[in-house]
């Protein structure tokens, strides 16, 4: 050990790292060090991501050096990343939907005998560090049965089944439910107590303050700053991200009281894909020029509830007006063109087709009324991706790029912009600003806001409760899909919320 101390854990320095004429990254420097967590914060388009990825092996520097534990290493790929002790859990999963956990943890190094897999051996071998790390999911459990959070865990018990000693998290909060993040961050908090080198990149600041000991900001592909977590706030944080003042828990409530009543659903019913109740007996009503936030713990209906108000649900009982007229047996395109827009909780299963070029993405929902005849209006999809670009300022933009090229904040964007839009009549926002960035969380919360004072109604669903206060105009809060209560922002103290999210005060 030198006077200067151990060698860090995992290093880049002078990363370089170009796309064509794009530099993601620029001479960066960064590293982490054993027992300690490092946070990555910057905004959508960064090169956050693109510097974890070169440090695990996915894509090579055009110039620079990685050292791990002070050795220099050249990784080929990220099997000699994994080889070397590092281990990443992505932001979007890498699971093999219709296996097993254990499966998709021991995939293609599963225990055998005379050819054929353990199965039970392998379950069991899972099960041991499932219940080290109190992970409550059953080995034998086909991941596509499970919840967001349950396979957040999958991914995590994969890296940990290797032992990695340095942990790369890519946005692992975006997807979660408040109690899976406290969860999560219970995880992390014991891997980095154990001795290991964890990376966070996140975009919640209140999370990063929670968990992090030191804090790097990267801005254009440069590090603008780093400090440790004692010199740091949210305000000088957001600041470095963005290079201005940044405000997103700003309040600006509606009196709507004297508003008209745009949509009313009354003891509506609604199932899940298994057959059990999600929404049991619902009655909700939201008034033109009104956010209407829907608070609760994730699973609690909330999403099928908004299923069933697009119509990619149908409902068992109960009915659905808009503007007094009963719309229930609507189909979505129908209700589309009554104005009707969602910003879905998957961006990448139910926002987007991956694979179409972000103009035809951004036409997408409407491509039949505004085709020209049987073919897509290609000069109206490019100039609606054009002034999305401009307004969210979508990283690495072009019009002919497949969305897949983009981040996952990046590619919300992309929704918010094709579905937030001044003609809208109803927008039903489901966790709107996941994984984005503060600068783009303010431009959005900011433009459902105007859309809401030029007369649309919002039914806004957010697992984020700072976001819930900031955004909604009146609080309703799901439990075991019923309305549980109904309060205003002012009102909604944490303690206030999670009692009623808890189901106390709930209808029988």
Request: charged content about 30%; aromatic content about 4%; hydrophobic content about 45%.
């Amino acid at each position: 050990m030198s006077a200067a101390g151990p060698a860090p854990a995992l290093a880049g320095h002078g990363i370089t790292k170009r796309f064509g004429p794009v530099v993601a990254n620029d001479a960066v420097d960064f590293d982490v060090r054993f027992g300690e967590v490092h946070a990555l914060i910057g905004e959508n388009g960064a090169g956050k991501s693109t510097l974890m990825g070169v440090l695990y092996g996915l894509l090579r520097p055009d110039a620079g050096s990685i050292e791990v534990r002070g050795q220099t290493v050249r990784f080929g790929s990220c099997a000699d990343a994994m080889r070397a002790g590092i281990g990443m859990v992505f932001q979007h999963f890498l699971l093999v939907e219709r296996f097993t956990v254990a499966q998709n943890v021991l995939l293609g190094r599963e225990p055998s005998a005379s050819g054929f897999v353990r199965d039970r051996a392998a379950e069991d071998e899972v099960g041991r560090i499932a219940e080290r790390y109190r992970f409550g999911i059953p080995p034998g459990a086909r991941v596509d049965d499970l919840g967001i959070g349950a396979r957040q865990q999958v991914e995590l018990l994969k890296v940990l089944e290797r032992d990695a000693k340095i942990v790369i998290l890519d946005e692992p909060t975006a997807a979660l439910s408040p109690a899976e993040t406290l969860a999560l961050f219970d995880v992390v908090r014991r891997l980095r107590d154990e001795g290991r080198a964890i990376v966070l990149i996140a975009h919640k600041l209140k999370e990063v303050l929670a968990l992090a000991d030191r804090i790097t900001v990267l801005r254009h592909g440069r590090v603008v700053g780093s400090v440790d977590r004692a010199h740091a706030d949210e305000s000088t944080l957001a600041t470095l991200m963005v290079g201005r003042d940044v405000d997103i828990d700003a309040r600006k409530p509606r009196d709507t009281r004297e508003g008209e009543i745009a949509l009313r659903v009354q003891e509506l019913r609604v199932a899940r894909d298994d057959g059990a109740p999600a929404v049991r007996g619902i009655d909700l009503e939201a008034k033109s020029g009104e956010i209407v936030g829907i608070a609760g713990v994730e699973g609690n209906g909330q999403l099928e509830f908004a299923e069933a108000l697009y119509g990619l649900r149908p409902i068992e009982s109960g009915s659905i007006e808009w503007a007094g007229r009963d719309i229930a047996k609507l189909a979505p395109a129908r209700r589309r063109e009554l104005g009707f827009r969602y910003v879905p909780a998957d961006r990448q299963r139910e926002g987007l087709v991956l694979d179409f070029d972000t103009s035809e993405n951004a036409l997408l929902g409407d491509q039949r009324r505004l085709a020209r005849g049987a073919l897509i209006d290609k000069r109206r999809a490019r100039e609606r991706a054009d002034a999305i670009a401009s307004e969210y300022q979508l990283a690495g933009y072009a019009a002919s790029a497949p969305a897949r090229s983009y981040s996952g904040g990046t590619q919300q964007k992309l929704i918010v912009g094709r579905e937030v839009t001044p003609d809208a009549k109803l927008v039903l926002a489901v966790a709107p600003t996941r994984g984005v960035d503060v600068g783009a969380t303010a431009a959005i919360h900011d433009r459902l806001r105007a859309v809401r004072d030029a007369g649309a109604c919002i039914i806004l669903i957010s697992y984020d409760l700072d976001e819930i206060r900031a955004l909604s105009d009146r609080i309703v809060v799901f439990s075991a899909g019923r309305v549980a209560g109904t309060l205003a922002p002012q009102d909604a103290s944490d303690a206030a919320l999670g009692r009623l999210m808890g189901g106390v005060g709930a209808h029988a």
